[in-house]
């Protein structure tokens, strides 16, 4: 192509361009310079051949990672900060674990009993069962009644075994629900349980006619401590139990607290969540005995140990420990190989 064929070329090119001929202010206008076909060429060889740049856009993940990390440090923050919230305002959800339905009756047995509502001071109302003494024939028993406190989990309706045993010694018993727990109002708490257990001991005094010294304070696990808690008020008052047995216990709840749950500041629950077992049993002055399994993986043996030696070295009249066999939710003083035992204990007393 000539010299003057290019400028030409190149002069068409670079034309403005209106796009309204009605106004022709406004104007597109080619700002660069078209090259020869020539020099077009070589620039795109050039640029092919060129090497590509180092410089590469940042990668955005590390970004996003460090969101997410962030996020979710400050979700686990606010869970733990939640957590002990809740645990400081309901403590007594690390202690209690009831259940609302009953999964059996007596009834569904053939036994003969009564369905029982007693009322506590603050007015809630606790749902149990009274069984007659069934004594064996030509067997002379004390006219006593067992008033049996269970353990921190489900509610009586699951203690149809425990009241089987129970009923082999001849002895009326009186099985009750704690508040929160099955047909029981209220919600469970420590100082709940001790007005629940004051209430059923005035109701086998008052309306069944009991004398305190007629009425054996049975208690299993967290029910030995609520067992201990009433013998040791009844003694103070001058009106001790005919016996205390306590199975599968433990010395306080800070004590077990502090095993169960190492990664708890347990101290902080104490004036909510304490049965100081261990300092009240050396107060009760009746007969005591205890019954701990070695085996017990929950509470440790040495927990019944230490109520052994403190009731012992307290106001207790006589002493008798019972090993039991198995786990913690698998040793209980009610199966009919400790019957005999405990019988001649209690008959020990008479």
Sequence with gaps: MSASGSKAWVRRLTQPIYTDPGARRVQVVQTRRLRSPHRL???????????????????????????????????TVGLVLGLIALLLLRPEGLLFYPSPHLGSTPKQI??????????????????????????????????????????????????????????????????????????????????????????????????????????????????????????ARVSKAGMPPAALIVESSFTSTMDIGKQVYPWLPVGWFERKLDYPSRELIATVNSPVLIAHSSADELIPASHGQALEAAAEAGAATRIAFVELDGGHNDGHLTEPRFIPTVAEFLGAGR
Aim: glycine content about 12%; proline content about 6%.
């Design 41 to 75: 060429a070589a620039g795109i060889l050039a640029s092919v051949s060129a090497e590509p740049s180092s410089e590469v856009e940042p990668h955005q993940a590390p970004s996003l990672l460090r969101k997410v990390v962030r996020w979710s440090l400050l979700a």
């Design 110 to 231: 053939g036994w003969d009993y009564e369905r029982v509502e007693i009322t506590t001071e603050d007015g809630q109302t606790l749902v149990g069962w009274f069984l007659p003494a069934e004594p064996a024939p030509g067997v002379e028993r004390p006219a006593w009644v067992v008033l049996y406190c269970h353990g921190n989990a489900g509610n009586i309706g699951g203690r149809i075994n425990v009241l089987s045993g129970l009923r082999e010694l001849g002895l009326a018993v009186l099985i009750f629900d704690y508040r929160g727990y099955g047909e029981s109002t209220g919600r469970p708490t420590v100082d709940g349980t001790r007005l629940d257990v004051l209430a059923t001991w005035r109701y086998l005094v008052d309306e069944r006619g009991y004398d305190p010294s007629e009425i054996v304070m049975w208690g299993r696990s967290l029910g030995g401590a609520v067992a201990i808690d009433q013998a």
